[in-house]
């Protein structure tokens, strides 16, 4: 919930269409990583680790890994940058 401020800060505000695409791409992501790490969660507790690796198609898998890998680090750098910026503040 906004506080107060914030919903002062907030008014008159207007968004132009790169904004509201960024929001909107912002949001679809929030809910696709939610969805990502709950199917992730649910094969950890469903299967054993070995039959995962036994099952799984290996190319497949060593991408999906180079995927997480290359999303996990552009997250770990935002979340430098966000640091870095409220530190500046």
Do not use: C, P
């Amino acid at each position: 919930m906004m506080s107060a401020r914030s919903k002062k800060d907030m008014e008159g505000l207007t968004l132009d269409i790169q904004e509201v695409r960024l929001i909107s791409d912002l949001r679809i992501m929030h809910s696709k990583v939610d969805e990502l790490h709950n199917i992730v969660e649910n094969l950890q507790h469903r299967h054993n680790e070995a039959d995962i690796v036994k099952y799984a198609d290996y190319e497949i898998l060593a991408e999906d890994i180079r995927k997480v890998d290359e999303i996990y680090l552009w997250f770990v750098k935002v979340k430098e940058e966000r640091e870095g910026s409220r530190l500046g503040d």
